[in-house]
């Protein structure tokens, strides 16, 4: 069972370039596939980024590549989603997820097994 924790969220500007963090509890984390997802109003949830249990690989959406950067620091059992130049369109809840056994680069939700509560990112122009 891992239990996951998003913040850094808010009320930005646009250009901005803020970080969210997802604390994890739980002895499993370093051997899951962590996510970000994002769900603006009216819209689905929507891949962000994931980062593989190691680090040594990550995968983005093309809308954020570029911009954004996913880490993760195992010793603190936390991943960190790096958001540069933030844009009107970028608003949206952001959740952080662990992901179960499926195979690499898992872009969908249901790769994903355990979710966060989700942190609120809006971004005014």
């Known amino acids: 069972q891992v239990q996951l924790v998003e913040s850094g969220g808010g009320l930005v500007q646009a250009g901005d370039s803020p970080r969210l963090s997802c604390a994890a509890s739980g002895r499993t984390f370093s051997s899951h596939t962590m996510g970000w997802f994002r769900q603006a109003p009216g819209k689905e949830r929507e891949f962000v980024a994931a980062?593989?249990?190691?680090?040594?690989?990550?995968n983005y959406a093309d809308s954020v590549k570029g911009r954004f950067t996913i880490s993760r620091d195992n010793a603190k059992n936390t991943v960190y989603l790096q958001m540069n130049n933030l844009q009107p369109e970028d608003t949206a809840v952001y959740y952080c997820?662990?992901?179960?056994?499926?195979?690499?680069?898992?872009?969908?939700?249901?790769?994903?097994?355990?979710w966060g509560q989700g942190t609120q990112v809006t971004v005014s122009s």
């Open positions: 997820a662990a992901g179960g056994s499926y195979r690499w680069p898992m872009t969908s939700t249901s790769a994903y097994i355990y």
């Open positions: 980062i593989r249990p190691s680090g040594g690989y990550t």
